[in-house]
């Protein structure tokens, strides 16, 4: 596991520009928040132009954050990178208490398919699909040899166009005008050869040859990572999940609580988050969680508990089904694969108890049906 912090440099392989590109590559420069299926189109195609080129690979992965090299490690070992809590601001994810949500009266919930709020929880807006170490991990198990980190920002002296489908990479069409003398600097420094875009029109760059890649579309729509966000924030999770091309999901560490859960026999495991990250709509969801590298079917309330908290506070805390062990400070991975129901006060802890094994019924049928697909 490779921490991107840069207070951990001696636990990576690092060097400097002028030792790690004294050759040639191949590169592909954007965002790749999410690592959707339009950034897998770029990366895959990015790797095939090299493996014909006979060139290394290199992503520029623009953060904020200061810039250095990474090797890519043995990608059959590797684990997708969790956000320290000591490290990095967190959601104050509350007390290991039982899911309080529950459902609305018939008639309304035949109407309400959705949950009746959206939720963000970065405090600038809308969040980020995964956090920069989960996104590098991704990027890695591609097996792209080379991520560079970069700062961006709006007044950033580095000037792209982002490409028309909005997929985190970028168009070099019209060069004078969307690549400006310093990023073609860094391209020169990074010794790029071939630069691969999410623009399907191919342009020539003095001394490196672009490569455009066709936009991605789903359902007669590009996949585009604000699309992404905008069904996430509405709960409609399978679409996040079809859009993405795998299971969204968070990385944390289980923090211990009230233990008001267990009391009436329904433990709740507490997750903490970064708060970089946008959480989909509050309510209660169908979800698979990895313990000790074992995955296991589970429910997660994500969002408020009106009926024992009224501060408001938001929480992601999950019951594992055929579960009991206690694992408070272990790193979990937590995938969210569809929507149950939205968020509800009860009159009493018991109502919550009995609307969580109903809930629990209904992930459970969701989930025989899923694996018979």
């Not at 990576?12 to 590109?21: F, V």
């Not at 928040?33 to 895959?44: C, F, T």
């Not at 604000?226 to 999770?237: P, T, V």
């Not at 006060?345 to 969580?356: G, N, T």
Request: proline share 4%; aromatic share 6%; net charge negative.
């Amino acid at each position: 596991m490779r921490d991107l912090n840069t207070h951990a440099a001696q636990d990576m392989e690092r060097a400097d520009s002028d030792s790690m590109m004294d050759q040639s590559c191949a590169a592909a420069v954007g965002f790749f928040d999410g690592i959707h299926r339009g950034h897998e189109a770029v990366i895959r195609r990015l790797i095939n132009v090299a493996q014909e080129a006979s060139l290394p690979t290199a992503v520029v992965l623009l953060v904020p954050a200061d810039h250095f090299f990474i090797k890519n490690p043995d990608v059959s070992t590797q684990q997708y990178s969790d956000m320290d809590a000591e490290d990095n601001e967190i959601i104050d994810a509350g007390s290991k208490e039982v899911m309080e949500t529950g459902n609305v009266e018939e008639a309304e919930a035949e109407e309400r398919i959705l949950p009746p709020q959206t939720t963000q929880i970065n405090r600038n807006g809308i969040g980020r699909l995964c956090t920069i170490e989960d996104c590098t991990e991704m990027i890695l198990a591609f097996g792209v040899d080379i991520i560079l980190t970069m700062p961006w920002n709006e007044s950033s002296p580095y000037r792209l166009q982002e490409s028309a489908n909005n997929d985190g990479s970028f168009c070099c069409n019209n060069c004078d005008h969307h690549l400006n003398d310093k990023m073609r600097a860094l391209l020169e420094q990074i010794g790029v050869k071939i630069l691969v875009t999410g623009n399907p029109r191919q342009s020539e760059l003095e001394g490196i040859r672009t490569v455009g890649v066709e936009t991605v579309d789903r359902d007669g729509f590009p996949v585009t990572t604000d699309r992404i966000l905008k069904a996430l924030q509405c709960g409609k999770i399978e679409e996040v999940n079809d859009l993405l091309g795998r299971a969204h999901h968070y990385c944390g560490r289980v923090i211990p609580g009230a233990r008001r859960g267990r009391a009436v026999g329904m433990p709740t495991a507490n997750m903490n988050v970064s708060s970089e990250l946008q959480l989909p709509a509050f309510g209660v969801y169908g979800t698979r969680i990895r313990v000790r590298n074992r995955w296991y079917k589970s429910l997660t309330n994500i969002g408020n508990r009106p009926t024992v908290d009224a501060s408001g506070k938001v929480t992601i805390e999950t019951h594992i089904l055929d579960f009991d062990d206690a694992i408070y400070g272990e790193e979990v991975k937590l995938e969210i694969l569809t929507y149950i129901r939205p968020t509800v006060k009860f009159e009493s802890i018991i109502d919550v108890r009995d609307q969580v094994k109903r809930d629990i019924d209904l992930a459970s049928m969701w989930f025989e049906q899923y694996s018979n697909r």
